[in-house]
């Protein structure tokens, strides 16, 4: 961004102007013109600009092109012709960053924003699977540390697991105590699963009906004991009930039988991450994945198949989607950036379950994203404190199993995607238009009219080296300490107002979400 300008929008030098709304009268804001916001299915109203960002480069749904994106009261209401340099054109260096009234004041005024050449305006991320671990676990993560990592990430939004919080959002009081500790706390806007364990069916129905985007379920232990999995039986019966309240059932998709079986003949344990790798098995990934797809064709359950490690399993979801079964699949930044080849022995900060595969997984991996047979890639951020880790032995069985990654998903992805020659939009439609459909997130996922105005200036070419002190997640231990990425998220908006850290303004402005679809 080269300057920042408050100009005073100039009602009434637009005059009249025809669009496909009828009459409506339009301001000139700095060389651009803009109509008023409207709810979807309302008539265009007039109004002036809280915020105008203009960018060389804009991402919108229609590819990548210079823009003018107007926003009035946290949305956007116009994404306009990139303005002409001239006297009330481009601001070049006048004013001071981050000063002036914040949008949506009432003095009148129309903060611009012009980006720098070498940014490109992306919709905010939404990541729709964070653990966030508050309230019982906040020595692990929490709301504030959490939402501040994302929005230096350029995440505004973020979906929150039902455990490993404590309580897990497993019932109504559960889903108030975790609502009751994120407000206030939030600098993105926040959303919750809830979850489906044994014994809580009658809970479901008030969860959906509170609010939450879908249930989680486990078929394997669950590494915290008061969020055990489901069998068979019990995630069929899960299954028929999430259709019936026409909800999205996410599984952790492992199945404990191969799990069991391998540890047979195959003790776990120690350093050695070949040992802990095979210890859980492609198989154990396609088994229960099969399983899942059995119980969705059946049922005609929306099923979503989270961190999918394994590219065995995608034939079995690509027939299962030609066969119209409705199955989405996440995957995440770890299995697409690292390789169990590169993985130290004694590195538990590596240790996932899933776990990381080999170099010609991780290729496969991104060849399904390119094809469109995985439809989002969300962090798994899921921390713990660094004593859990067991460094100091590197036993990789004993290790909580868990990635911290929050902060620089969107570098991690993109120092990948573009050397493999995919281009920012992918990166966009895996990390803000994937989540936000697969969990039903309305207004989020793009630059568009209508959307709220999640925005971030991306510098593409820049490049950092990950300095875990510079990480805001409650604990620095990451596996990319030291890494040299591209790609550095330089601001964000969240509904239009400047993103704490990178803004003077520090206030927690996100919003606790609710699902608005379904029943
Ligand atoms: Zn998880």
């Not at 770890?334 to 390789?339: I, K, R, T």
């Amino acid at each position: 961004m080269r300057g920042l300008i408050l100009s005073r929008g100039r009602a009434g030098t637009g005059g009249k102007r025809l669009t496909h709304h009828g009459m409506v009268p339009v301001h000139d804001v700095g060389g651009m013109t803009t109509a008023g916001a409207a709810e979807p299915g309302e008539p265009m109203r007039p109004a002036r600009p809280d915020l105008v960002v203009r960018a060389r480069r804009v991402l919108t749904p229609a590819g990548i092109r210079p823009a003018a994106v107007a926003v009035t009261g946290g949305r956007i209401t116009s994404v306009g012709p990139y303005p002409e340099p001239g006297p009330a054109g481009r601001a070049s260096g006048s004013g001071a960053l981050g000063t002036g009234p914040l949008p949506g004041s009432s003095a009148g005024l129309t903060e611009i924003v012009d980006l720098a050449d070498d940014e490109v305006l992306l919709p905010g991320l939404v990541d729709s699977h964070v653990h966030v671990n508050e309230p019982g676990r906040t020595s692990w993560e929490g709301f504030a540390t959490a939402t501040l990592a994302a929005a230096a990430g350029g995440i505004t939004t973020i979906i929150d697991m039902p455990l490993n919080s404590i309580p897990p959002t497993t019932d109504l009081p559960a889903l108030a105590a975790k609502r009751a500790a994120a407000d206030g706390q939030c600098h993105v806007d926040v959303g919750f699963w809830g979850g489906a364990i044994p014994g809580n069916e009658s809970e479901r129905g008030r969860l959906h009906d509170g609010g939450v985007f879908g249930f989680k379920c486990f078929m394997v232990d669950s590494g915290v004991a008061e969020f055990p999995p489901l069998d068979d039986l019990q995630l069929a019966r899960a299954a028929r009930q999430v259709a019936e309240l026409g909800a999205l059932l996410l599984v952790h998709a492992e199945d404990p039988a191969s799990i069991r079986q391998v540890r047979e003949v195959h003790k776990p344990g120690g350093a050695d991450y070949a040992s802990f790798l095979r210890s859980r098995p492609p198989v154990s990934e396609t088994t229960a994945i099969a399983k899942v797809l059995q119980i969705a064709r059946a049922t005609r359950t929306r099923v979503h198949i989270l961190h999918l490690s394994t590219a065995a399993a995608l034939p079995l979801i690509d027939a299962a989607r030609r066969d119209g079964v409705p199955v989405t699949v996440e995957t995440c930044p770890h299995y697409l950036a690292l390789a169990a080849e590169d993985i130290p022995d004694g590195a538990t900060e590596y240790k996932c379950c899933p776990p990381i595969r080999d170099r010609a997984n991780r290729d496969r991996l991104w060849e399904a994203l390119a094809a469109g047979s995985i439809d989002c890639v969300v962090s798994d951020h899921s921390p713990c404190p660094p004593e859990l880790k067991r460094l100091a032995g590197g036993d990789f069985a004993a290790a909580w199993g868990g990635i911290s990654s929050l902060q620089i998903t969107l570098p991690v992805v993109w120092t990948q995607a573009r050397a493999r020659g995919h281009s920012l939009a992918e990166v966009a439609a895996w990390m803000s238009a994937g989540p936000a459909r697969v969990a039903g997130v309305t207004g989020k996922g793009a630059i568009d009219q209508g959307q709220d105005a999640d925005l971030v200036a991306f510098a593409p070419d820049e490049t950092f080296t990950v300095d875990p002190a510079r990480l805001y997640h409650r604990h620095k231990l990451t596996p990319y300490a030291g890494q040299r990425l591209t790609g550095v998220v330089r601001r964000a908006w969240l509904r239009g107002r400047p993103l704490a850290p990178t803004s003077l303004s520090a206030v927690p402005a996100g919003q606790l979400l609710v699902r608005r679809s379904g029943r």
